[in-house]
């Protein structure tokens, strides 16, 4: 039969724990959090946090071994003894008395379960496995540890603070349910998360103001999605992919990205299909705003981080011009993805104090770059949208002084599972690149910390890399 799952006031009440132990301190460690009474039963306290509660009068204990009066008034009892006899008499003696009782990692003795908790007070999410498998629930917590957000124990209070405001002026049920849940789903909570309380607020006046609680405005999501892998997005991110109403993304986001977005939400590819030409960049502006205004929850998901080498700083400043709401999600940009994943430290102690990325792409069909700075001693270089340049990048390097046989690595696809990394100097990777039939998108890296590659690389894990 399956447990009735219930929440249970202990506040004042009086809960005894029997045992001493690091156990018994996490179980008291709850009860003492939740405003219980609580009384400890054992011969000697083991526990240094015990002793100091004890000290402080936090709780009372009962220096002796356990006798089955010690539950005559008990609300809840909890045993957490390493000796089996105890365990049974403090389950026996709180079954006689109809005392719930919880007999740590004994289920058959048990007449309630203390579950697994993810806390975001005063929200509590409890998992159980109706004692088949502590570890099981423990990895189900740790799940939802990493999708519900850390401000919704905040939100749940505003929720509590703001109910008898929004009943007064919204008396319908239903539409008061569907305001609490454009709160929950919306710029209010979104907000929020952003640690911006005070702007939340002032969205829920103008929600609460405006006709049946009806949103304002849409607002626009500009998110970073990472290099590929889709493991790397952040929980932020994923959060977002998952509410919006439409996405805007263009060729740099991996399909199986776009796949997590929410299933329903409609799809905008801005980006450079086979007979198409990408999208102009003040058109995906206008198109952000357009959907914006039309109260949609615009994604604009883009590849890497937004704000390197990705235009995103023009995106909001539309829309900060246009006085539409936006948040910015960083996310993993290429370099550091690429570098992890092919083992090449972008900085070391031994080799670089210092890290340049740098945008190969061509201005009028020339490089203007700060070739001074970019052959400083010690440091790294990582060249985004540099392989079309990659022989005139090079040749510019050792014209400006750099050592022809610095060591340099192109990473084709890093992350994903075409990634390909090869090796060479920053003379001869030129050569090698174009011998190796390349696809899109790759990373050039230049320093000495290429030369970590060969011992650091890992990924993909137990295959032969594909090196020049
Ligand atoms: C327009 S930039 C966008 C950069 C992106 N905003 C970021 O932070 O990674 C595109 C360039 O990023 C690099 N890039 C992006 N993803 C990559 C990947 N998975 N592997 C290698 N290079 C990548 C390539 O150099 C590509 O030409």
Redesign the pocket.
């Known amino acids: 039969m399956p447990q009735l799952p219930i929440f249970i006031e202990v506040s004042g009440r009086s809960c005894v724990v029997v045992g001493g132990g690091d156990v018994a301190a996490r179980k008291v460690d709850r009860l003492l959090r939740c405003g219980a009474a609580v009384t400890v039963i054992a011969p000697s306290l083991e526990h240094a946090q015990m002793r100091l509660w004890a000290d402080s009068g936090r709780i009372t204990v009962i220096a002796r071994e356990f006798s089955a009066t010690d539950l005559d008034t008990a609300w809840i009892a909890i045993a957490a003894t390493d000796a089996a006899g105890v365990n049974e008499a403090v389950a026996a003696a709180a079954d006689s008395r109809n005392v719930p009782v919880n007999v740590v990692d004994h289920p058959a003795l048990c007449s309630f379960v203390v579950p697994s908790i993810v806390e975001r007070l005063p929200v509590q999410i409890a998992v159980s496995t109706g004692g088949a498998s502590p570890v099981l629930a423990r990895l189900l917590r740790a799940r939802l540890e990493s999708i519900i957000p850390a401000a919704y124990g905040e939100l749940a209070a505003m929720m509590a603070d703001l109910r008898q405001r929004v009943r007064a002026r919204l008396p319908d049920a239903t539409v008061r349910r569907r305001f609490w849940e454009q709160i929950l789903q919306g710029q209010v909570a979104e907000l929020l998360f952003a640690g911006r309380r005070a702007d939340a607020m002032q969205a829920i006046d103008a929600a609460l103001a405006g006709s049946e609680g009806r949103m304002p405005t849409g607002e626009v999501y500009l998110v ?1 999605a990472g ?2 892998d889709p493991d790397l997005l952040t929980f932020r991110a994923l959060r977002l992919m998952q509410q919006a109403d439409v996405v805007v993304y263009d060729r ?1 986001v991996a399909p199986a990205l776009v796949d997590l977005v929410r299933r329903d939400a409609e799809r905008i590819y801005v980006g450079k299909a086979r007979d198409q030409h990408t999208l102009p960049q003040e058109d995906i502006n206008r198109l952000l705003v357009d959907l914006a205004r039309a109260g949609k929850r615009v994604l604009r998901l ?5 704000f ?3 235009r995103g700083g023009e995106e909001i400043d539309t829309l900060a011009g246009e006085g539409i709401a936006f948040q910015v999600v960083p ?1 993993i ?2 370099a550091a ?2 570098a992890a994943y092919a083992g090449i430290p972008l900085t070391h102690r031994d080799y670089a104090q210092s890290v340049v990325f740098v945008t190969g792409h061509l201005h009028n069909e020339h490089l203007e770059l700060n070739w001074q700075a970019l052959i400083q001693p010690q440091q790294t270089v990582a060249v ?3 392989v079309g340049a990659l022989a005139r990048l090079s040749e510019a390097l050792i014209e400006h002084g750099m050592a022809p046989t610095m060591p340099a690595a192109l ?6 599972p075409g990634q390909r990394v090869l090796v060479g100097s920053v003379a001869t990777l030129p050569e090698i690149v174009a011998a190796a039939h390349i696809s ?4 050039v890296i230049i320093g000495e910390v290429v030369r970590l590659h060969e011992r650091l690389a890992w990924y993909p894990p137990k295959q032969a890399q594909a090196t020049g």
């Open positions: 970073g290099p590929g740099l883009k590849g890497g981080d937004p390197i080498f990705g996310g940009t290429a993805g690429c985004y949208m540099g990473v084709q696809q890093g992350t994903t899109p998108p790759s990373l």
